[in-house]
């Protein structure tokens, strides 16, 4: 069985300052990775993945994460945020096997203040 | 092309009462996922369904919570004699294949107030 740990429940950041966001996972088997963002009262998007390859994925706003397989970490960047990046992020796991479900963390609350 | 629907977005229901909620997947997708999400708390997985089975339903309640997605219309996630503990934001979401390379993407989410 897969878990998630995102470390920080809450991350405030000031506009234009660069912001990580955490996530460590425990799996028995290879997974595949997430980043998922949650707007207010809307439904999940998702960010970015690793699936295989370079272990440095990026998103089209700028967000990028990194597969670290010795640390079981796939952390979250961005070098500068906006106010419009404040949001619930969520990292989610999946095993390699077909047919599984995505498992989550309990996110991290991004608040961007101006 | 409509993305995953889900309604309706907000539920009220009195303890004991039956809830219903409707997923229509986006499509070309036949594979459906249900999640709830309760306050402060990641998404946990309920079940995983393919046209007219059940795939996995490892995370659902044994009792009261069954789901179905039938071969014509939208997956139906029915909850019966709701209790306050049910209050939560159930979301579905749904991918082409099913493989765990897949994106799942998700629906609004139905948020279901029990009183």
């Known amino acids: 069985a897969q878990s998630v740990t995102q470390l920080d429940s809450q991350v405030p950041v000031f506009e234009e300052a660069p912001v990580e966001l955490r996530c460590n996972y425990s799996?028995?088997?290879?997974?595949?990775l997430f980043w998922y963002v949650q707007y207010p009262n809307q439904g999940l998007q998702l960010l970015l993945k690793?699936?295989?390859?370079?272990?440095l994925v990026e998103s089209i706003n700028g967000f990028e994460a990194e597969f670290n397989k010795s640390q079981t970490s796939f952390h979250l960047r961005k070098p500068s945020v906006h106010i419009s990046d404040t949001a619930e992020y969520f990292c989610?796991?999946?095993?390699?096997?077909?047919?599984?479900?995505?498992?989550f963390g309990k996110g991290t609350r991004l608040s961007v203040i101006a | 092309n409509a993305g995953v629907m889900q309604n309706p977005r907000h539920l009220v229901r009195r303890r004991g009462q039956e809830a219903r909620l409707r997923c229509s997947p986006m499509?070309?997708?036949?594979?459906v996922y249900w999640y709830r999400q309760l306050p402060e708390e990641g998404l946990k997985f309920m079940v995983y369904?393919?046209?007219?089975?059940?795939?996995?339903e490892s995370g659902m309640p044994k009792e009261r919570f069954s789901a179905e997605f039938p071969k014509e219309g939208p997956s139906i996630l029915r909850i019966q004699q709701v209790v306050r503990g049910d209050s939560a934001a159930y979301f579905c979401?749904?991918?082409?294949?099913?493989?765990?390379?897949?994106?799942?993407?998700f629906g609004p989410g139905t948020r279901l107030t029990v009183l």
């Open positions: 979401a749904s991918s082409p294949t099913g493989w765990g390379t897949d994106t799942q993407y």
């Open positions: 799996s028995s088997v290879s997974v595949y």
């Open positions: 690793y699936l295989s390859g370079s272990t």
């Open positions: 989610a796991v999946s095993e390699y096997s077909g047919n599984t479900p995505l498992v």
């Open positions: 499509k070309g997708h036949s594979h």
């Open positions: 369904l393919q046209k007219e089975n059940i795939i996995d």
